[in-house]
């Protein structure tokens, strides 16, 4: 007999798995389906962010500072290392994998937890059935199940550049750039985004000389530009190498290592040789295998299933959320999504507000934002004030001995609504929330420059910046 489900999941990324969640605890029958497998072939819940993203990337940067710190830091707080430290690679990626699978299971304990019936396997249509849709399930035992809706969540893939695909040995994906079994001489990263700033951060400080090419005339063009620069002078004195507005002609790989041909900003030809390549140049939405065409179920001109404003595909009961739609590939708007389209089918108003979605970049500094930044207020014609306030002048930063970078506050002129907030600095992935619940709220800077923080804390550099929309600081 066929087993029928209220909601039919396709996808176990951040998206998908809490979309599965929030269905169940509405009272609904629920099943997930996802196919990553862990190193024994068994189920890995948790899509890219879990697998190759967010996770095992924090992992190695936190394993990198702390390597970074006993190199180059240690000594300015007393502690003396008899020996110069070394870098136990295989322990450091089995650190990496360990938290890896600790979030695997968490998510299996969690379908548990909530009766989410979960599906090892590919997930895909096979057409309409009474009531609902026949989803295929390619797993150890193929079988159909029948969703009455359907939450398409399947997440994206790495984008390779054209005649340089992804072996994941010398031209690396995000995957790859997570495992590589030891520190490279040289590395290349062509991206100079999210992916390839923090994977080269991690292997600069693990002592690779690290050169990032970048297509884009400027450091990080949708971010403020003052934080941009400020990140950008850290970076470079940190030993990173970046060059912008290159086009790449050709990569080669061979046994020697792979070879860069690419014309700079000035359209001089150059050339790179590096031992590996990190590629990052954006992400790709993954429907290969859904029979999309098979169903009915429109993609965009760029191959993302097509939705309106709440998640709605162009079939009934059908809907999809996270990098498979428009919008940010980021795990928390998707996650914000999954909640919402779980709501919606469940009869409620899900809500998500794209315009106080955080953004962060977890490099050292971090840097992070919320909001519009001063060039797209300037671009649209918006009066508006702005607060700076840097972490040189923050008595906690002192302490941590991690001073760089700043907090800078943007609000309307006449309302003083805050429009934008943005952080290069330490912790700046923790400081952004309290933006983000103050625009939420449609805060004030006031509101925020008259609410006590406490001492010593970074959270201080965001009430002095608030205060400085005013030109009222009281500690710089």
């Not at 690679?89 to 937890?113: E, P, T």
């Not at 940190?238 to 790989?253: E, R």
């Not at 918006?382 to 609000?411: I, Q, S």
Request: hydrophobic share 45%; net charge negative; charged share 20%.
């Amino acid at each position: 007999m066929v087993k029928q489900f209220d909601v039919v999941v396709i996808g176990a990324g951040p998206g998908g798995y809490i979309a599965a969640i929030r269905a169940a605890q509405l009272g609904m029958s629920v099943a997930c389906i996802d196919e990553w497998k862990n190193d024994s072939g068994g189920p890995a819940p948790g899509g890219t962010c879990t697998n190759v993203g967010c996770i095992p990337s924090k992992a190695l940067l936190q394993s990198s500072e702390y390597f970074d710190h006993a190199h180059h830091h240690f000594a300015d707080h007393g502690i003396v290392l008899a020996d110069v430290p070394t870098i136990d690679v295989a322990k450091m990626l089995g650190r990496k994998n360990g938290v890896v699978k600790q979030n695997n299971d968490g998510i299996l304990f969690l379908f548990k937890k909530n009766k989410v019936s979960f599906f090892h396997g590919r997930g895909s249509f096979v057409g309409t059935a009474d009531g609902g849709y026949e989803i295929k399930v390619a797993g150890a035992a193929d079988e159909v199940i029948v969703g009455k809706q359907v939450v398409v969540a399947t997440g994206s893939t790495a984008r390779a550049l054209p005649g340089a695909a992804f072996d994941e040995k010398q031209i690396l994906s995000n995957d790859g750039a997570l495992s590589i079994g030891a520190v490279p001489k040289k590395l290349g990263v062509i991206g100079a985004g999210v992916i390839g700033l923090e994977m080269g951060s991690v292997w600069r400080r693990l002592g690779a000389d690290v050169t990032i090419l970048e297509a884009l005339p400027a450091f990080l063009g949708a971010v403020d530009q003052q934080i941009a620069k400020e990140a950008h002078k850290a970076f470079t004195k940190q030993g990173l190498k970046m060059s912008f507005g290159v086009k790449i002609d050709s990569v080669k790989a061979d046994k020697k290592g792979v070879t860069v041909q690419y014309a700079d900003d000035q359209g001089a030809a150059q050339t790179l040789v590096v031992d590996k390549l990190i590629v990052s140049i954006g992400r790709l939405p993954n429907t290969t295998g859904l029979n999309a065409e098979g169903v009915g179920l429109k993609l965009d001109e760029r191959g993302f299933v097509a939705v309106d404003d709440d998640c709605r595909t162009s079939l009934p009961n059908v809907w999809a959320v996270g990098d498979v739609v428009r919008g940010p590939m980021l795990a928390h708007k998707a996650e914000e999504e999954g909640v919402a389209v779980a709501e919606r089918i469940a009869g409620q108003h899900g809500h998500v507000n794209f315009n106080t979605i955080p953004w962060v970049i977890y490099t050292s500094p971090e840097i992070a934002w919320v909001g519009q930044t001063e060039q797209q207020l300037k671009a649209a014609g918006r009066d508006y004030k702005a607060g700076t306030f840097p972490f040189m002048a923050n008595g906690r930063a002192r302490a941590l001995g991690d001073t760089t970078g700043m907090v800078k506050f943007l609000a309307d002129a006449k309302t003083d609504e805050i429009l934008g907030v943005h952080i290069v600095g330490p912790m700046a992935s923790e400081l952004i929330a309290e933006a983000v619940v103050a625009m939420e709220f449609r805060a004030s800077s006031e509101d925020i420059a008259r609410i006590c923080h406490a001492h010593p804390s970074l959270s201080e550099a965001t009430k002095e910046a608030a205060l400085a929309v005013d030109k009222r600081t009281l500690n710089f």
